[in-house]
């Protein structure tokens, strides 16, 4: 028998790949009224057990499959952040799912091919592992999007995904030919190495350019970003919950793996691009969502303009930028969940509602959850001491030090405009007269989630270093490499 | 005194500890719930006067508590003079408000609610001014924004209450954040987040090229917290609340916190013209118009809101001129603002309460019913005034002497003529409250009985007043606070000052009485003036920022419209335009070196065929709608592109390429047949014209960057120099192009063959739902009956392929088995035997067809894979990698001796792979045709059932002779 390659970096995914498969046969097996349950059930185990696995694979550099697979402490951290992403929008999902009569098994194995796909993104570390890993998600994100067959919206922001989503693809396609014509490789470490930042030849650059403008739309940076108020309103809600959160982090860590690692001496040539998608991102993301009368919508536009505070940390390029990228990621994901948490939960006698009027009246009606949402917009506006600012706090402050003032001050701008459709939900919910008062919050779990992202975000300035410990480490771990 | 210092985060916690109890207390009374509030509150002030010797000795006070270590974070307090100050104010005019509000609240407003907000506010407030660290500052400031809109939205049932509170939290929140920027670019500049060090740092600061964005972000958050212009107009708005909340933050504590952290940032940011015109020139418009708005208010709480804008403005004024002398009179003007201001906002609570109406045109006279309210209120106007003997004529003097010496922008008269105009009608509403509701005669149509209220209600005022008249009295009881204020805002030594009431002949004495026999003046005339103002067009704030709110909210509609209508193309177009940009972009920013290659000669007859794949490609474009001779187009492209590769010496892309060629041309060709003939007309020429140049210049910038890679060379050897050394000695072919599909690569070509087998399945098992589904019933409703060949299976079709069969699968396996050293191949192979059944298919008819054939298509698929998949197990026995080959040469006679590799069964498998899944998408689509009222035929020559009526005879004939074979 011949020596297998060293794989056991890569247990996690190894074990979710079975997993899902051998979900795939249960689903079909198991009777049809039990089936969705008893997969999402197993499917909430594997990814836990995953990240369970992803904690003991542990961090400290390790190469997998010949070098094309990579774990670092940067990898734990995006790893774990993502299962949570999927577990809770797994758990979310339940109510809606079986009363939406979308509960066919397929969707939770989706979710965790999807997932599968992130682990990989962010483990990648060759530009061949990197396609695989984004299309097995992205593949796996169209379906999921389109999964309510019977209603337009989704099947038509599926379709929509599919073709823009093809079309980046292919676009990052023609990005890594060329990298690869004009360097040699395709391999993370050796791109580095012979990539040093002197006579960059034209190609390459166009190679990086292109590779960013995809990257750009998987984690929906303007103006690649069109996709993403159609898809965000037109998903059922559970998909879009989803959408928000794990593949957003797993594209971005995607982003700054690709960026910082390879093409990290090469940050004159494209810091400069990074730079205008993420003031274009901010800038459209505080315009643009004043005007939304759909919270789903809202909420796309508000997940724009979040990412590009996120790419301000890219833009600086450095270490302490890397961080403030990390530690915004983590908080975006408690408070996106949390606010998730709350749509879902926006129910009037067994019918979803959507619109930010709907929530008119919250405070009196259902107070719990208007405090809770309360604090999650505070936090999405960015003030403190809500978790929000921090995370904002630490770009700017990477941004500022990096001498990108310009880029900072259009952030204060726009962040400033933001704050005032995240107010006015909170104007809308303890001011307006009520209207019809929402049902009861359907699951446990939804109701946990609320509560524990509300509490976290509200909370989370009196132990910080719970977070930025494992940021620092992690952005230590990619540049220490 | 690191001992004391450690009472500092206690008085900053104790009002968010005691915040949990009145709430739940309440059920215990309403006298222990306000007992509850109060306690935390007394307790505050008691460790605050423990701390206050030392500092009014100078010193400051300090404590630190690890937070975020490594970023140098850290929970820092202290107190100094300023501190001292405000915390003071804010603690001692809470006590009293919480003593007012246990009598001014009604036994229906839930009190529990209303005294934990207030200490929430409280503690955000004490919070703030003994902060040492911005982000903590920060923290506790947008505390006050949270809390102070619960306070002023207490009052839930009425529509003006939210409506300014929705006012207040938009701009004082934007405001704030705003602040937050500014403030953390300060502590970059400096290096440190903590204010004790910043304030060191004044020449780093004023000399760093951010100086002017983080002043004028920090400002714009002091000016909408203390509401200057032009963000005064929350202020007014947020009067909707109960008194208490309208005392305590509008008069005493929040609207001061800006002012605060312009004194606390007053070493470092001013004394520059940048600061002098900014901050002086806001706080004297803010001056002038509150007085003046404030005169023509007939709502007592109004009046008094904008008395307070203008206040504030007089004392934001006083920060901005930058003198250390004018730091120390807007210190002592902010004490005695605070005294008198909380004093009237009570006794205007006082008349609401008793009279049941704020509006002075309905009040009047109330000097004889309520006496002990008249004599308080009257001692805070007259203050409020400037009248001598009483604290407001102290500071005013000292104001008015700054302005006096003020020049601003050359000119020496503007600022002290504007600051004796704002207390001149300064003066005027002082009055006016006075007149207007106390005296004059006693009104009859009161809605209830007015009369002084319980001696817990007047206290509270009574004891401010009581302040008013001490200091206005003897004004030396309040200088030591004053100097150690004034000594901590200035950040060092002060100026010789003395707190007196008798300063000599000087210019402010005059400019004071100018105001106040005007004020008395303009009030006489107020009958006459007010219907004017009432008239007089003018810009009402609020209507601006619900302007402002919808505009914004139509250029977001506009915005979102333009980019989000949902439409694909649209999209598609953003991208393509932002790529093609960002590669224009990329392209000026690299080196590109010079060409190495010369670029080939260019012969006629490949010029010829480069011009026809231009045309075709035109054509293409010109004719989309016509779906069959774009198909037709689409094949010339096809052969050009197979031609091409011949031209190149690449037989075998060049015959692999025409057979995929063949081949997809003919599925899609029957494929047409269930789609109209022409496709619709979907756009407008204008849409059509943008497609166009977006498509030319993405199609022009993809080719310029081919063509200039093509004349570089890449950055490495290419790879086929490698295949060519090792294609025979390791694969044992000479055909490199076969041995790297089955060998080198194989494992490619085995994921490749399982991918086409899945997509056969996928279009049989699509085309199968399809057809149960309204798909289906489509088909199955014959509005696709269009006109058919009369000839259904030509019998010359029919002939010749039965002819070329033998001969197409003979050439098939020459092909195959000439692939691994000559062109060819399994999978050329594969579709040359494709093309032939599908041949037979076409000629014979389907069903005739697919009853002579045997292997089902499935079958077949499995086969290929499987057949691919055992020869890569197979190396494993040989001890060698997955799909490692090996060869050997055989002799069967009466052959030739020729080569027998592994590999020939892998290709093998793609050959029946590539077969079988060529011939399932045929099936499908011929599942689809008989659904669609094909007739099936049962003989190989068929002519049309429309004709069979003539053919009949023949027919049957035809029948039985095929029953009988």
Known sequence: ?481 | MESIGTFLPLIAMMPFVGALFPGLMIQAGRNVCAMTAAVPTILAIIMLTICAPAVLDGEVLQFSLPWLPSLGLNVNFFLDGLGLLFAGLILGIGILIILYARFYLSRQDPMGQFYTYLLLFQGAMVGIVLSDNILLLLIFWELTSLSSFLLIGYWKHLPEGRQGARMALTVTGMGGLAMIAGMLILGNIVGSYDLTVILENKDAIQASPLYLPALLLILVGCFAKSAQFPFHFWLPHAMAAPTPVSAYLHSATMVKAGLFLMARMWPVLAGTPEWFYIVATTGLITMVLGAVIALFKDDLKALLAFSTVSHLGLITMLLGFGTPLAAVAAVFHIINHATFKAALFMTAGIVDHEAHTRDIKRLGGLRHLMPITFLIAMLAALSMAGIPLLNGFLSKEMMLEEAAHTVWAGSPWLVPALATLGALFSVAYSFRYIVHVFLGDVRQDYPSKPHDPDFGMWAAPGFLVLLVVLIGVLPAVAEPLVRTTAGAVVGGELPYFSLKIWHGLTPALFMSAIAVAGGALVLSIHSVLAPRWDAAPRPEAKQIFDAIARTATVFSRWLTDMLHNGSLSRFAAIFAVAVIAAGLFAWTGGEAGPPVREPLEIAAVPAIAWALLVLCSLGMLVFHRNRLLVLILMGVVGLIVSLAFIYFSAPDLALTQISVEVVTIILLLLALNFLPKVSPKESSPGRRLRDGVVAGAGGLAVAGLTYAILLGDFAQESISAFHLENSYSGGGGTNVVNVILVDFRGYDTFGEIIVLGIAALVIYALSQSVLGGAGGRWLASGELDSKKAGDRHPLMMVIASRVMMPIALMAGVYIFLRGHNEPGGGFIAGLVVAIALVMQYMASGFAWAVARQRVPYHTTIALGVMAACFTGVGAWFAGRPFLTSDFGYVTIPPLEKFELATAMAFDIGVFLCVIGAVMLALDSLSSMARRAGETVNQLPMDIDPARRSVANATDKMAVAAGKEA
């Open chain 1, 1 to 481: 028998m011949t020596e297998l390659p060293v794989m056991m970096p890569a247990s996690p995914e190894i074990f979710l790949a079975c997993a899902a498969m051998a979900m795939m046969m249960v689903g079909v097996f198991v009777k049809a009224e039990n089936a969705y349950r008893v997969v999402s059930t197993l499917a909430i185990v594997a990814l836990v057990f995953a990240g369970g696995l992803v904690l003991h694979v542990g961090g400290g550099r390790q190469e997998a499959l010949f070098g094309f697979f990579v774990v670092d402490d940067f990898a734990v951290f995006m790893k774990v952040l993502i299962l949570i992403g999927s577990v809770v929008a797994l758990i979310m999902s339940e109510g809606y799912v079986q009363r939406e009569k979308m509960d066919r098994f397929e969707f939770p194995i989706l979710v965790t091919f999807a997932t599968l796909g992130m682990l990989m993104m962010v483990s990648a570390n060759d530009l061949l592992s990197l396609y695989i890993g984004l299309e097995l998600q992205s593949l796996s994100l169209y379906v999921v999007a389109s999964f309510q067959r019977d209603s337009i919206r989704s099947t038509e922001s599926g379709l929509k995904y599919f073709v823009l989503g093809a079309l980046s693809s292919g676009l990052l396609l023609y990005g890594c030919s060329l990298i690869y014509g004009f360097s040699g490789t395709t391999q993370f470490d050796t791109l580095a190495l012979a990539l040093t930042g002197d006579d960059t030849s034209k190609g390459l650059i166009v190679g990086i350019v292109f590779l960013i403008a995809a990257l750009a739309f998987k984690v929906s940076a303007v103006p690649f970003h069109m996709w993403t108020p159609d898809v965000y309103e037109g998903a059922p809600t559970p998909v879009t919950a989803f959408f928000a959160v794990a593949p957003k982090i797993a594209a971005m860590a995607l982003f700054l793996r690709t960026m910082l690692g390879p093409f990290g001496d090469l940050v004159a040539d494209w810091g400069q691009i990074i730079w205008l998608v993420s003031v274009a991102s901010m800038l459209l993301g505080a315009f643009a969502a004043i005007a939304q009368s759909n919270i789903k919508r809202l909420m796309a536009y508000s997940s724009i303009g979040h990412i590009g505070y996120a790419l301000m940390g890219l833009a600086a390029g450095n270490e302490e930028g890397l961080k403030g990228v990390l530690i915004y990621l983590a908080i975006y994901l408690i408070m996106n969940v949390g606010v998730f948490a709350c749509i879902l939960s926006m129910k009037v006698q067994n019918r979803m509602v959507e619109n930010i009027t709907d929530l008119a009246g919250l405070g009196k009606s259902n107070p719990a959850m208007a405090v809770l949402l309360m604090v999650l917009m505070f936090s999405m506006a960015g003030i403190p001491p809500m978790a929000g600012f921090f995370g904002k706090f630490f770009v700017f402050m990477a941004a500022l030090n990096a001498e990108l003032y310009a880029l900072a001050i259009i952030g204060a701008v726009s962040s400033v405009v933001g704050a005032f459709y995240y107010l006015r939900i909170i104007k809308i919910m303890y001011f307006d007269e009520p209207v019809e008062a929402f049902d009861k919050v359907e699951t446990m779990g939804l109701r946990g989630v609320m509560i524990v992202s509300g509490l976290l975000t509200a909370v989370l300035f009196i132990y910080l270093p719970g977070i930025t410990d494992p940021a620092t480490a992690a952005a230590a771990s990619l540049f220490g490499g």
